[in-house]
Nanobody
Framework: QVQLVESGGGLVQAGGSLRLSCAAS????????MGWFRQAPGKEREFVTV??????????YYAASVKGRFTISRDNAKNTVTLQMNSLKPEDTAVYYC?????????????????WGQGTQVTVSS
């Protein structure tokens, strides 16, 4: 069983930066693809980014809305995945969720992930 705990959310002005972290326990972290999703009020939870477990995390993919601004990385020695968010926009305001896919491969849909954190709030002011 895998447990995920996000941290690092908060309030930031537009153009600022935040770094989110996700700490994992249980399972075999290094083999899991790790994703970030977000959910704004009144909207469906949407994919943000993913990093592979296979290929030593060499594969990453970003939603078009965040590409070039957000960077995902992982530290298998610490069982953590990080989301560095730069040039934040008010549209980035959402609850951000860390998710783990225990099955082989990577994917971009919510249903493809097996474990979820509790979420951390990110608010970007104008």
């Amino acid at each position: 069983q895998v447990q995920l705990v996000e941290s690092g959310g908060g309030l930031v002005q537009a153009g600022g930066s935040l770094r989110l972290s996700c700490a994992a326990s249980g399972g075999t972290f290094s083999s899991y693809a790790m994703g970030w999703f977000r959910q704004a009020p009144g909207k469906e939870r949407e994919f943000v980014t993913v990093i592979s477990g296979r290929w030593n995390g060499a594969f990453t993919y970003y939603a078009a809305s965040v590409k070039g601004r957000f960077t995902i990385s992982r530290d298998n020695a610490k069982n953590t995945v990080t989301l560095q968010m730069n040039s934040l926009k008010p549209e980035d305001t959402a609850v951000y969720y860390c998710a783990a896919r225990s099955r082989p491969g990577v994917d971009y849909s919510r249903s493809s992930y097996d474990y979820w954190g509790q979420g951390t709030q990110v608010t970007v002011s104008s």
